[in-house]
């Protein structure tokens, strides 16, 4: 039997690693691809659901942060910084614990999950708040890392670009190629980024006989790429993604240009249908951030853009338990019984 061993150990020869690095990992990667049975319905095409939140801390992050903090160690740093809406944080911490380094985390105050902050806290991160949003965040700690002894772990570092792109390499690897379109959540736009350059360098080393059309999705309320101008004060439930300015805006372009994709948006609405769906009908349960990909595909869908017979992966970004409020928001409260069967049967309407 196989036991998979991380990104790292699996991708060894396409990661910037050498026989003496000594990496820091926790098993991530290896995540299902879910055949996703209603969206392919309702969209005519094959859809499959990568699904990351089953990564080590429950979201993609994991796979950038064994590399970006293997990294740090095999170069010396003693701690780590990062700017987060929450996923890189709790990632961070858990990587950089586990390393025996010390992670600082700067957090938007007010604006992350009680799921992360929890991991974070748990995972012992040094956590600040910032009265800011996640931009502001990013431009103070790149500036504590130039100016301190501390590693910026964002997506920035051109090494989580590179621990990310494996997810692309896992996709071609299950599929036997790569898929006609692949659809995205889209914050700092640093994953879309990594798997464009994931797909293509499998394509380029012939793995894979062509690259998808790469669709990324922003939360309305947050979509400077969409609308060509940074955003001062983004908002959408989507917390994850409420990013104004995002780091890799022209890489995200590049790879919507070169693929011969799109950057589009997607209302707060249209991602808590996609998120409920997800979780009432396909059984993947994720946050409100990761729905953007599925909802995405449904609004494309429903304006006849989606040309049928196509295979179309979405990547699901982060575990629903991190930020279950929108789960329990507008549901009923679950009825009381007595301890009768006849009643609870009732209720059920059994009966
Ligand atoms: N989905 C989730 C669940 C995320 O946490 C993020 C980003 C994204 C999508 C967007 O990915 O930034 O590479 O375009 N979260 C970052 C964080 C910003 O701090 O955890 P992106």
């Known amino acids: ?62 796979r950038g942060m064994t590399m970006a903090i293997t990294r740090a160690r095999e170069e010396g740093a003693k701690a780590v910084i990062c700017a987060s809406t929450g996923n890189t944080s709790a990632s961070a911490a858990a990587y950089a614990g586990r390393a025996g380094m010390v ?79 692949h659809v995205l959540p889209v914050g700092n736009a640093g994953n879309i980024t990594a798997y464009w350059k994931g797909y293509r360098e499998y394509a380029a080393d012939g793995v894979s006989t062509r690259t998808p059309r790469m669709w990324g999705f922003q939360a309305s309320g947050s979509a400077p790429i969409v609308r060509g101008e940074v955003v001062k004060d983004p908002s959408t439930i989507a917390t994850a993604i409420r990013i104004g300015n995002p780091a890799s805006w022209e890489l995200a372009v590049a790879a919507k240009d070169e693929s011969g994709g799109s950057i589009d948006e997607v209302t707060d609405r249209q991602i808590l249908r996609a998120y409920k769906l997800l979780a009432s009908r396909e059984g993947v349960f994720v946050e409100p951030a990761s729905a953007a990909s599925v909802a995405g595909l449904l609004k494309a869908a ?36 007595p301890v009768d069967a006849a009643a609870a049967a009732e209720q059920l309407g059994l009966g």
């Open 103 to 181: 992670s600082a985390v700067l957090i938007p105050q007010g604006k992350i999950a009680m799921g992360k902050l929890g991991q974070a806290l748990v995972h012992g991160a040094k956590i600040l708040q910032v009265d800011g949003n996640f931009d502001d965040c990013l431009v103070l700690a790149r500036g504590l890392s130039e100016n301190y002894p501390v590693a910026l772990v964002n997506s920035v570092n051109p090494v989580r670009i590179e621990g990310q792109k494996t997810a692309a390499f896992e996709v071609v690897d299950a599929l036997g190629d790569a898929p006609d379109v």
């Open 302 to 337: 429903e304006a006849g853009r989606v040309d049928p017979g196509q295979r179309i992966v979405c990547t699901v970004t982060g575990n629903g338990l991190k930020d279950p409020d929108w789960a329990v928001a507008g549901a009923p409260q679950p009825l009381t019984v």
């Open 1 to 62: 039997t196989h036991q998979w061993r991380g990104i790292i150990e699996e991708y060894r020869d396409r990661l910037p690693v050498t026989d003496t690095t000594p990496v820091v990992t926790l098993g991530e990667g290896g995540t299902p691809l879910v055949a996703a049975q209603s969206l392919s319905e309702a969209t005519g095409c094959d859809v499959y659901l990568k699904v990351e939140g089953a990564n080590p801390t429950g979201s993609f992050k994991d």
